[in-house]
């Protein structure tokens, strides 16, 4: 009986082996000795945030064995097994666990293509297991504590908080750092990584993980030296540096509870953290900006940080790899298809870009020569058939042989700039040019022409020119073009303090908005100036500037016509047929926070926008919200403060400083911010009284002030159908706001933060202002709302 009953028990194990080694039971979140993984099978982690299992990139044919987070809509893959040697197919191929403890991926011919290169202290003792924190480990069946191996050791481009690290491994000596992928199709490391020295505490970026371009500077127990902002980082908590006999190493955890968030390194070479926010992860930190990391456009390429794409190729060169420029990979660079060296023949010139700037001190191969002059520069250079391009600045004369890099074109008042001269051929339009007179000579192409001549008088009519501005390329409209375009601006949408506009078609269908500008002072070079300055500036959240006009004492601008129109027009007019329930409101909050967060602290400098109101947001066809009017202030010159207190429409929005005389800055806009929150949720304008009598903005501080549900102070028109924490928290942001001591209103980032739910706030304090409002001592007139602000009230 006792033999029987052992045969039976192996008998039984044998097919629970068998079992386990041909399939993944759909749940689990490991992979036992003997068992394999392959095709569409995965394993999850505990609590569902992270997936393991065969994957392909974008459109790429090949797979790989990688960890992603599962319920992210766009796979966001965080860790990849076999970088360098995928599989064509993972029905064939297989991830297994061997009873040695060794993991290893084996490929459609049963060749290993990858391996944990690890081994267990006995056979069969082992287990491979998907952690909630995004960590795949093999451990010892019995002790949890005997680590194997574990993906935490061996990252690709994510740091992951919970345990996740950077560092030193002082064992094996050897750095635990990221790479980022080549593209978004090939996860194979790319020229960049994200290092710490083994004897240091500092986050560097390196080329080539040799040259250095960027870094956090040191460690300094709190936060690092030249990132000091990374203490304040309200996403993650308990950063730390850990060090002892095995490894030193950083690790931070997440901030905010059920709040996603990573450090990774992108295929820009940039150090990035990323939020996830409604079903996608978006942006929240990058490091450096994208034209400061090293040969980002390789050779022959240029930056411009102020354009998108960032990468350019050089006059007469195209992109090397034209796939991997495509897929955002710029370091291949730029290649010269065909070129021939004319020394002393005049067959070569030289294409001159102004604000040019070399980023870097490895720029390519290039010297000095003592010449005194551009001319003898230039000599000097076209004597040398290996010579690209040179700049003479300052009576330096640099000349470059082979290729060259890092060049990053500058905006056109950045003293930093240089003109660089690159080389190329005579363009082959002259040539042409001499061709086409003797063929036409010769053939009497007159017909030929004349058909050309058609087609450019005709272009003409419809058309207008280009400006090619250094800092953009904007269309230069002619004035009769404008004109006929909106019928001789019949169709009025709206008019204020900047001027009025008016809809308009061009001649390919599209539809523009046409502002009329006035009280301009400034003359045709200046206002060139700030036009294209505005038109450098894009962001889902602005309205974009498509082009211009400028013609005598006419100043129109041209922008993307908004189907939806203004937020003005929904909130407050009564024949509006469309209905913004809190969903579509608390969008636009955001929508409207993001666009002036852009505008403060994302541009080269900072635009303080100057008239926030209900008027200046704009809602495309989806009424995700759009700022107008941006950059406008400056074209009014400084004496735009006194023309924006009688500009209609604007009372109720102004800042306190711009009545004290106080100097303007970003939050101004704050202000205005705030209360253009207060309209957005109660549906009027703030200058209305309530039918109590009561001043809406004094009523939700006086509320919020006692701890009071402020949910009924909705519109009436959304019958209280709204989230309650997202209004709570809209009503805190528009206290903070509106507060008298500038220093005392957050910033448009903060302010971002909080109505992401990303930072907490707490209760605002009754601005001094709004005080007079309150129980017995309201004002018998709104004082205000006529932006006079009693002094005796405001300043005690």
Known sequence: MFLESKKTSLYGLLIFVLLFETCICEGTDLITTGQTLSGNETISSANGTFELGFFTPGKSRNYYIGIWYKNSANKTVVWVANRNHPVSNPYNSELKLFPNGNLALLNESRIQIWSSNSTAEKDNSSLAILFDNGNFMTRDTQDSSNIIWQSFDYPTDNWLPGGGKVGYNKIKKEKIYLTPWKNAENPAPSIFSLEVEPNGTSHNLFYNRTIQYWSTGDWTGKSFVLVPEIDRNPLISNLQYITNVNESKFTYDIGIPKVLTRFMIDTTGQLKQFIFRDGQWISYWTRPDQCEVLKYCGAFGICNQLKAPFCTCLKEYEPKVSKNWALGDHTDGCIRPSFRCGVGKGKDKFYSIKNMRFSFQDAGDSHSLDVESDKECKSACLSDCSCTGYVFNGGKCVVWNGEVYNLQELASDDSRGSVFHVRITKSGSDRKTSVWIVVGAIGGSFILLGMVAMVILQLRKQKVGRYNGAEGDLTLFKYKDISKSTKDFSEKLGEGGFGTVFRGTLPNSRDIAVKRLKNLKQGEKQFRTEVSTIGQIQHINLVRLQGFCIEGEKRLLVFDYMKNGSLENHLFRQNSDVFLDWKARYNIMIGTARGLNYLHEKCRDCIIHC??????????????????????????????????????????????????????????????????LFEIISGRRNRDLLDDGDYFPALVAEKLSKGEDVLNMLDQKLEGDADSSEVTRACKVACWCIQDDEKNRPAMGLVLQILEGISEVGIPPIPRFLQGFIGDNKFQTIVYQHQTFDTTTYNS
């Open 611 to 676: 008239d926030i109101k209900p008027d200046n947001i704009l809602l495309d066809e989806e009424f995700n919200a759009k700022v107008g009017d941006f950059g406008l202030a400056k074209l009014l010159g400084r004496e735009f403060s006194r023309v924006l207190t009688t500009i209609r429409g604007t009372r109720g929005y102004l800042a306190p400083e711009w009545i004290s005389g106080e100097a303007i800055t970003a939050k101004a806009d704050v202000f205005s911010y705030g209360n253009l």
